[in-house]
């Protein structure tokens, strides 16, 4: 550990100046580099302290309902909530402002770094979302008798051949956690191979799963008509889906779409991307219905995550530009599958669970999604199982909030 600490530490002084020019070079500023440096004044927190870290914006979603239940449950303790990325910064913030008593950066696995980070946050226990290997943190953690969880944790198969590769290495840092607990029995068994203690390793299942079905009830007169649901649409999305929606409305006359964009500012631009076409529309402020419309806008605040109730498949947004894809789990809760285009790394994970079964589908390119939509509505068979494998996969992935707190109450 002492040599990986020396090297680290020079390779890091030397490193640093380069990659932060390069940085600057590219427009891309290195934010949060005090905080990694472990150069920032936290609030007095006492010394009863639960730390979360999620990296970027995946895993600060996940730990988003797991965070709000230790605040229930551990009221004496104090929350720290840290990230390695700005935009995970920025979700965390918006998220937590009002539950964590502290957000800031995690920091550089570089032992002075980690040491002023310590120091100053001393936590009572650490828990890590998805699979984060920092060697110097863990041994910090482990000398300080600090407990370290990694918690949802999975393992892709490129990483786990890297990993593999230094298992020997991998073997040592590992035996510094106190608890591994995966997504997986898949997940467990990597972990388990490159030297993590099968004693300590267990299976949680997947936090994002953690989901409630709105109770809200929803009219919009379907009249047995089959509802497509387009949520949280970014800028060229719309074009793509209302150029399928029109082609598949020649082929299935009972079809509608919903419409959802992200940002209800361009409610604008997609009227204006409608008014050559011939479809009647309408927007949900003016209580429009299916009756009239081959396509109602939700123009509104709030309300995505029940319209999914009343869908019979939705696509994903944010999945056909680099944002990264929204949370599919709000359509797979009413057992409605799901389509998303390429770019869902928010969301891997879910999507890799999903895809195991006729649950959710990654296409590469709008014919594919055009073809896979098709699909859905014109293979009844094929549509009801994708739908029985959503409320399959769900009740499967269930439970894992639960097990976490439990492991807390244990250790505290």
Known sequence: MIIYEILSTILFIIMMPVYSLIRIFNGKFVYGWKEKLGIFNPPDLGNKIIMYHGVSVGEVIALENLIKKTKEVFTDYKIVVTTGTKTGQEIAKKKFSTIADYITYFPFDIRFCVNNFLKKIHPSVVLIAETEIWPTFAYQCKKRNIPLLTINGRISDSTYKLYKTFKIFFKYILKNYTEILTQSEEDKNKLIAIGAQPAHTHVMKNLKFDIKKSIETVDLDKHGKRIIIAGSTHKGEDEIIINAFVNLKQKFPDIKLL?????????????????????????????????????????????????????????????????????????IVYSKPVVSGPSIHNFRDIYWILERSKAGKVVKTPQELENYMEKLLSDKEFYDQACQDCEKVFKDQQGALDTVITRLQTIL
Do not use: W
């Open 259 to 331: 419409l959802a964009p992200r940002h209800i500012q361009r409610v604008p631009q997609i009227k204006d991307t409608l008014a050559p076409l011939h479809l009647s529309y309408g927007t949900r402020s003016d209580n429009s219905s299916f009756i009239d419309n081959d396509l109602i806008i939700l123009d509104t605040l709030g309300e995505l995550s029940k319209m999914y109730s009343i869908c019979d498949f939705a696509f994903i947004g944010g999945s056909f530009n680099k944002t990264g894809g929204h949370n599919p789990l709000e359509a």
